[in-house]
């Protein structure tokens, strides 16, 4: 209400402000005006990149071959299949199975070998905590198991390495592979990030205490392999993003040719059966786009076709209903004119 | 009515605000204050004695006047009113104020509450350290005191709470969802902002105070001479010596001055705001015990504790063994300067803190935004959302548990014991039962989704409007070039109030007119002058004196006044007596500077009139250019100096100026020894005391008068008397009876001045122009195209305020005019019940004040339509809401401040309109306050306006631009903002909504939870601010062209809840988009939920930067930068944060990048999820243009036709 600083405030705004095209607002803009040329080319452009974009898309999709075995259910007899996880959870009981598939087209290698886990929240908050990224790589802080509970230390108190849900958990089903009798070799060298052996998982950090509690989640490490050659850990602990994935389990570097018999060996071990987890097996040529996945070439072909539709609809509305660009006609004020606002 | 309304008002404005009556007081000191007061007390409304103004029908062209007979139910003349001025109110209240103090010797302060101030002995005075020395400190912080103290008033904001709140649920280990630096991270960047602002602003403060503090003031010392002191180390008690235009360092009592009756002119423009001299006098006993170098009082006073009423104070004074009273009427407060006399020494009663200007300095509550208050609104609808989600997230957390109960102690990814033998053997792991369970699953995705409050919205708005301010600031349309006066914004919090204001309510004087009083016609017996005729330079070379303005002078009656044959005509002898009277009849101080005239000026002394009312002073002016000088005045005697002559006038007695009189006389013995009485007055109180009634000089007078005040002239009328001995012996003894009487003086003068203000010989009438301001029309005439409504809030009478009006173009010839006068409640009441039904006004609810006015067909002849515009001249008390909004233009006459204020109330509480209220006095600080904006003026009368206003600026006409230009961007801009801001966070939100959906409810977030925190505040903040800064929908030649483009705010255009829900739809699809496309792109593949965390990021990022894109109307350079640089630096940070190896996502986006899908991915999701958006826009710009739309597209086409 009162100014006790009176004395100095009027000088202080008396500043003629100085002229500059940035303070005034003046600064040359582009202002773009949705002309019809515009909207019209810019749908038609979309239109035009889309289709190519999503034939090449779905072209390269549909070379993939891709082959998609689902076994849990099919390594179970009929006695087992009564009581699935007590046998799944029996070390007693032979676990392997052996199925067969043959070729329909010819698979140029490198050939893939995926595992495919259903409703398997690997996502999961606490599952995806449950590791120390310390621990992995620095064999100095092997004793470093937080965020591991409860797969932290052994009834010694002795630390888990690796510690936490998801080492715990390692996928241990093993797939071995006879084309036409004779056998196949499954390269799992570089099936992980190759960042994730140089600088997540270290070379001098050797498993200990693993698997040793009373209850086993899954398969066991080799104590003389440090983590970063273990690449079925390193794979795994590369958490899946969806509750259904696919992991890599390795490459096959040889063509299948049409018609060849496929015979798969499969050691059933790991437990789905108490949360109704489906496994499958998974051979999958690759391209650009990846794996089979026709996704995304129908979503550009459709985008492409509902912009080169819009476009024309456009075209119509603005030959229907022409209204000449900054008609004065349409301003609220030659509408209403009776409108005193 | 109006008055009960004004009497709620005001207790509203004591209780409620917390400010004292006094502090209303002084927003009422200007002009009206005197007529308040009953108001105030009894509940009587000035405007019922007021609104006996006499209605003279409309002066406006004559062609209305031919058939409004037909209005004539409306401008009923009720008993006619005597003339009242303005300026002469304020300067008799001022007077009066002094005056009355002087009865209130028996006032005596209760010894045991006293203040004891020893005079010039500081020591004693402080011995007991019970008063504050003279350093102010306005800032709140120290540097040791800044961290804890400005943390505490942050956290006062209820936003910074709930940061809190989120910040602290997630350092509980079962809530832990992202790292507990990251969740800090966010509140720790806006309370860094928040606190480096407010540490700037104090330190501005800090830098003030030391300037204040260290100014230096003479004291007088121990050994006894003034020496220079620091006002700092100024303490009560200390005796302290002020120079001539020096600034008044504390609370002081006036022992002496330079002057020999202990008078003391100062300038009390920083207290309240009024630029006149005022005059403060030292107690007789003590003017002689002080010399410019000495002084030798000694004694005690006592004075009333400190207060912050600045027109009152108690105390006495012990001197000599007497007990002197003392009063408002010698007290000198701080921040007023002196002027006018060469030195004053007084003692410090009150210093520092304590005195009155700083207890006064309390700081207006701040306003909020209309916008804002919607939007806090539409805060609320996302915070159900948020409750939804999170409900959501909860229920399905239960669901889920309940069917894997059995489960959940082997699920690999739950594991809730420990079973591997270890430690804790057999113990739960973070599970504390499903009902617990489901409760912290409602937690902790109220963390995950704690943005979809926007807080960073917060801060993000208050950046916009300061950069917003800063171009207002910055405009140099808007500066003042002629008093160099910049534009200010004192309120960051309501700049896009400007957009959609509704209704302006003006003061007159000074904010329409320029207050600067101009002579411009005068009718000196009978005849008229003041044609603007070319003045020979002949005939002004006897002037000896320079003005500071100069005036025309008209060529015939300079002759009169000069011709040399004839010199006692009757016409010659009222010319004179005419001059005389300007010269001599008012309270005008001449104040001669440079006393040794120069040689270049060739003996030319400029003559500076300093008064308390400007009229007198543009009269006196006047008098000077025709030849009559005022050279000197004292309490005694008046020096004239007539073209070189000086006459020595002596003043027998003055009836100074009332409100009942309506005139001021003085009685002056001439040298010849002839005793006249001049008198000066309003027309309608001198009209009926002259002696020549109704001979031809009275109806010419007349005439003239009615001519004057239709061209929007100030009038006054000049009347003298010869007195015989008999009459003055009479008036005499009268007189220095009233004088002298303690009861009842005002009585007992006006009855004296009644003695000899009668039987008048009337010399004349003037004319004074004040100025309309530049620009004022065509302002006013845009504003009303724009669809605003002007109000004009008035002292003056009505004549003068309707012709105001007919010059500013505010009433223009095709309206109906209505004027309401009325002296009683009922009167009035059947008034506006006429009025009503005559032009068929339908009582409107609330906000429905735009309603149509039909007019009855026998009156619209000369109407085209039958919503003819019409004009509400409403007076005093007389005014009804319903009519009122009906009108396009109204005018107040007559009001009070405080009615002022209840004016706007009353549109505020019965309306949605915003409204503005623009003035540029202290009488206009309460209406100021009151409406939505307050604009001050920073006029002639003092910055009190301006410090009580959100914005300040210098002329009337910056209005247009502020409105129009700045106004309409500003809120176009933070609309849109708002909007954007609701839409970034939500889609984000949903998003992680959906991820949640596919995790088991287990409130796992894909991205990072870097990406997450940073998202508002770095990914996508900075495009926000720059378009919301600079982002240009019009040019402003075509908002100035178009005023009705302004229409768009008062439609709310760019901010209502159907765009809101718009926008959350938009959104709702735009989330679905960007979380599927990803999703069924990656379904079959071995994808890691870093990789995808990592698309989603980028693709949202891109996504509602896009959008943005996509919406801006006028692309600069820096908003290139900024948008597409903003998509870099998120790429920036994914690869800073995926290069860290302990981080989880290491590598992920080196790997994603190298795929071809990741790219076509991002592609699809932004012109999938922007597809529809687009194609809305478009149709709805070919089927339902908006102005603004066709504006931008005639801008264009103009600009390819190359004449923009």
Same mark, same amino acid.
């Given at each position: 209400m009162m100014e006790p600083h009176s004395a100095p405030t009027p000088k202080k705004y008396s500043k003629k402000p100085k002229y500059s095209k940035f303070s005034q607002q003046e600064l040359p803009a582009w202002k773009p005006i949705l002309t019809p040329g515009w909207v019209i080319s810019t749908f038609t452009v979309v239109g035009i990149v889309f289709i190519p974009v999503g034939l090449a898309s779905l072209f390269s999709s549909e070379s993939v071959e891709e082959a998609a075995i689902r076994y849990d259910d099919k390594c179970l007899n009929e006695i087992h299949a009564q009581n699935a996880v007590a046998f799944?959870?029996?070390?007693?009981?032979?676990?392997?199975?052996?199925?067969?598939?043959?070729?329909?087209?010819?698979?140029?290698?490198?050939?893939?070998?995926?595992? $495919?886990?259903?409703?398997?929240? $690997?996502?999961?908050?606490?599952?995806?905590k449950s590791r120390n990224d310390k621990q992995l790589v620095n064999p100095a802080s092997e004793g470093d198991t937080t965020n591991c509970y409860p797969q932290d230390k052994t009834n010694g108190s002795m630390p888990i390495v690796p510690c936490g849900l998801i080492a715990w958990s390692l996928f241990n089903d093993t797939y071995k592979f006879w084309v036409n009798t004779k056998s196949l070799t499954v390269n799992k060298k570089d099936i992980s990030w190759g960042s994730d052996r140089s600088h997540k998982f270290g070379s001098k950090v050797y498993p200990k205490n693993f698997q040793l509690g009373g209850l086993v989640g899954g398969a066991k490490l080799d104590e003389n392999i440090p983590l970063n050659q273990q690449e079925d850990l390193i794979v795994w602990m590369r958490t899946a993003a969806l509750p259904s994935f696919r992991k890599l389990y390795g490459k096959i570097e040889t063509n299948l040719e049409v018609n060849d018999l496929v015979e798969i060996v499969i050691e059933n071990n790991y437990n789905t059966y108490e949360f109704g987890g489906n496994k499958r097996l998974i051979l999958s040529t690759a391209t650009w786009i990846g794996g089979k996945n026709p996704f995304l070439g129908m979503a550009y072909l459709f985008v492409g076709g509902v912009s080169l539709l819009c476009a024309i609809v456009f075209i119509l509305l603005y030959v229907i209903k022409p209204r000449p660009l900054g008609d004065p006609s349409y301003l609220s004020w030659n509408k209403n004119p009776g409108i005193l606002k | 009515m109006l008055d009960v309304k004004l009497r709620r008002l005001f207790t509203l404005l004591s209780n409620v605000l917390g400010i004292g009556i006094e502090s209303v007081l002084v927003n009422l000191s200007k002009g009206h204050a005197v007529e308040s007061f009953p108001l105030l007390k009894e509940g009587q409304g000035q405007g019922q004695g007021q609104g006996q103004e006499q209605g003279q029908g409309t002066p406006m062209d004559s062609h209305r006047r031919s058939h409004s007979n037909s209005l004539l139910p409306f401008e009923i003349c009720e008993n006619s009113k005597p003339h009242h001025h303005h300026h002469h109110h304020h300067h008799h209240r001022s007077r009066s104020r002094f005056k009355s103090g002087q009865f209130d010797d028996g006032f005596y302060v209760h010894e045991a509450n006293a203040r004891?101030?020893?005079?010039? *002995?500081?020591?004693?005075?402080?011995?007991?350290?019970?008063?504050?020395?003279?350093?102010?400190?306005?800032?709140?912080?120290?540097?040791?005191?800044?961290?804890?103290k400005n943390l505490f008033i942050q956290f006062h904001r209820v936003a910074y709470l709930y940061f809190l709140a989120i910040a602290a649920l997630n350092q509980l280990p079962p809530l832990a969802v992202f790292g507990r630096t990251a969740s800090l991270f966010p509140l720790l960047f806006v309370l860094c902002v928040t606190a480096i602002k407010d540490g700037y602003e104090d330190w501005r403060k800090h830098r003030s105070d030391r300037f204040e503090n260290n100014r230096d003031c003479l004291v007088l010392q121990e050994h006894g001479n003034f020496r220079p002191k620091k006002w700092n180390r100024i303490q009560a008690g200390d005796v302290v010596k002020i120079s001539a235009d020096e600034m008044i360092p504390a609370d002081i009592v006036l022992l002496g001055t330079s002057d020999q009756s202990g008078i003391a002119y100062i300038q009390t423009m920083n207290l309240d705001g009024e630029s006149n001299l005022k005059t403060r006098f030292a107690r007789q006993e003590t003017v002689t015990a002080v010399t410019s170098e000495s002084c030798g009082v000694t004694g005690v006073i006592r004075c009333e504790k400190p207060n912050r009423n600045i027109y009152e104070f108690a105390a006495n004074m012990e001197f000599n063994g007497n007990k002197i009273p003392l009063n408002q009427s010698n007290i000198v407060l701080r921040g007023c300067v002196l002027k006018n006399t060469d030195w004053l020494i007084g003692v410090v009663v009150c210093a520092g803190q304590e005195t009155k200007a700083m207890l006064n300095s309390a700081a207006a509550p701040?306003?909020?935004?209309?916008?804002?208050?919607?939007?806090?609104?539409e805060t609320g609808w996302l915070s159900i959302f948020l409750f939804v989600m999170c409900s959501a997230v909860a229920l399905g957390t239960a669901v889920w548990l309940v069917r894997h109960k059995q489960q959940l102690e082997t699920l690999p990814y739950y594991r809730k014991t420990y079973l591997n033998l270890g430690p804790h053997f057999g113990q739960v792991y973070r599970y504390y039962g499903i009902p617990m369970e489901i409760l912290f699953s409602f937690l902790s995705s109220v963390i995950v989704f704690q943005i979809m409050i926007p807080i960073s919205l917060y801060i993000t708005m208050e950046l916009v409007r300061v950069g917003q301010s800063y171009f207002m600031v910055e405009d140099m349309d808007m500066h003042d070039s002629s008093c160099g006066l910049r534009f200010q914004c004192r309120s960051f919090n309501i700049n896009e109030d400007l957009g959609q204001i509704r209704y302006i309510f003006s003061d007159k004087t000074g904010t329409l007119t320029e207050n600067k009083m101009e002579f411009r016609k005068a009718s000196v017996f009978g005849k008229n002058y003041g044609s603007s005729m070319p003045v020979p330079p002949a005939v002004k070379s006897k002037r000896r004196w320079k003005l500071k303005?100069?005036?025309?002078? *008209?060529?015939?009656?300079?002759?009169?006044?000069?011709?040399?044959?004839?010199?006692?005509?009757?016409?010659?002898?009222?010319?004179?007596?005419?001059?005389?009277?300007?010269?001599?009849?008012?309270?005008?101080?001449?104040?001669?500077?440079g006393s040794k005239p120069s040689k270049e000026d060739d003996g030319v002394v400029s003559i500076d009139y300093q008064g308390e009312s400007p009229d007198e002073q543009a009269l006196v002016s006047a008098a000077s250019a025709y030849g009559y000088t005022l050279?000197?005045?004292?309490?005694?005697?008046?020096?004239? *100096?007539?073209n070189g002559e000086k006459i020595r006038l002596e003043v027998l007695g003055m009836h100074e100026f009332d409100s009942v009189r309506k005139r001021m006389s003085v009685v002056i013995r001439f040298p010849d020894n002839a005793v006249k009485v001049l008198v000066k007055g309003a027309d309608t109180s001198m009209l009926s005391i002259l002696a020549n009634d109704k001979d031809s000089v009275w109806h010419a007078t007349q005439t003239h008068l009615n001519e004057y005040s239709l061209e929007g002239l100030r009038t006054l009328v000049l009347a003298s008397r010869d007195l015989s001995e008999e009459e003055l012996e009479a008036w005499q003894s009268a007189y220095a009876e009233a004088s002298t009487a303690l009861y009842d003086r005002a009585i007992k003068l006006r009855h004296a001045a009644s003695l000899i203000e009668c039987k008048l010989k009337l010399l004349g009438a003037t004319g004074i122009e004040d100025r309309l301001q530049e620009g004022v029309p065509d302002t006013i005439e845009c504003l009303r195209q724009a669809g605003i409504k002007v109000w004009v809030l008035t002292g003056d009478k009505q004549e003068t305020a309707i012709s105001i009006g007919v010059s500013c173009k505010l009433l223009t010839p095709d309206m109906h005019k209505i004027i309401i006068n009325a002296n009683s409640e009922a009167h009035c009441r059947d008034l506006l019940v006429q009025a009503k039904a005559r032009y068929g006004v339908r009582p409107s609810g609330k906000g429905q004040g735009n309603g149509k006015c039909k007019t009855i067909a026998d009156l619209g002849k000369e109407e085209e339509e039958d919503t003819a515009p019409m004009a509400l001249i409403i007076d005093g008390t007389s005014l009804l809401f319903d009519l009122a909004t009906a009108c396009r233009v109204v005018i107040c006459c007559r009001v009070a401040p405080l009615q002022k204020a209840g004016i706007v109330n009353l549109i505020k509480s019965r309306t949605d309109d915003m409204t503005l209220a623009i003035g540029d006095g202290a009488n206009d600080v309460s209406m100021i306050q009151m409406a939505d904006v307050g604009v001050g003026i920073c006029g002639q009368e003092g910055r009190q306006a301006v410090m009580a206003s959100d914005f300040a600026m210098g002329q009337f006409r910056f209005l247009r631009k502020l409105l129009l230009v700045h106004g309409h961007w500003n809120y176009q801009r933070l609309g849109y903002l708002v909007l954007y801001n609701f839409y970034r966070n939500a889609v984000f939100v949903f998003m992680l909504f959906w991820y949640i959906l596919c995790s088991a409810f287990s409130t796992t977030s894909a991205l990072t939870e870097w990406s997450c925190v940073l998202y508002s505040v770095i990914y996508t903040s900075i495009p926000t601010v720059i378009v919301g800064v600079m982002d240009k929908d019009l040019s402003q030649k075509t908002l100035l062209q178009y005023p009705k483009l302004y229409g768009a705010g008062h439609r709310q255009e760019a901010y209502n809840i159907r765009l809101f829900w718009l926008t959350m739809i938009d959104t709702l699809w735009q989330s679905l988009v960007v979380f599927l496309i990803p999703v069924l792109t990656y379904q079959n593949s071995s994808i890691d939920i870093w990789s995808l965390g990592s698309l989603w990021t980028i693709a949202i990022v891109i996504l509602v930067t896009v959008h943005l894109a996509m919406d801006v109307n006028g692309w600069i350079l820096i908003m290139h930068v900024a948008v597409w640089g903003s998509i870099f630096i998120t790429y920036g940070c994914l690869i800073v944060l995926d290069s860290i190896p302990l981080l989880p996502n290491y590598w992920t986006i080196y790997h994603l990048a190298c795929s071809p899908t990741y790219w076509i991915t991002i592609l699809l999701v932004t012109v999938v999820a922007l597809l529809p958006r687009f194609a809305c826009k478009v149709a709805s710009q070919i089927l339902w243009p908006s102005d603004i739309q066709i504006a931008r597209e005639v801008e264009a086409i103009s600009k390819e036709h190359g004449d923009w």
């Open positions: 799944i959870k029996n070390d007693m009981t032979n676990k392997t199975c052996t199925t067969s598939w043959t070729v329909e087209r010819k698979m140029q290698g490198p050939i893939f070998i995926y595992y $495919q886990l259903d409703n398997y929240y $690997q996502n999961h908050r606490r599952y995806v | 004891s101030v020893y005079i010039n *002995d500081p020591k004693r005075t402080n011995e007991n350290y019970e008063f504050t020395g003279n350093e102010i400190r306005t800032s709140s912080y120290t540097l040791l005191t800044f961290l804890p701040p306003k909020r935004s209309k916008l804002e208050i919607y939007m806090n609104r303005s100069e005036i025309p002078i *008209d060529y015939d009656l300079m002759t009169l006044l000069q011709k040399e044959e004839d010199p006692s005509s009757e016409e010659r002898v009222a010319a004179h007596d005419f001059f005389i009277t300007l010269t001599a009849c008012n309270t005008v101080i001449p104040v001669v500077n050279f000197e005045r004292t309490s005694g005697h008046v020096v004239v *100096d007539k």
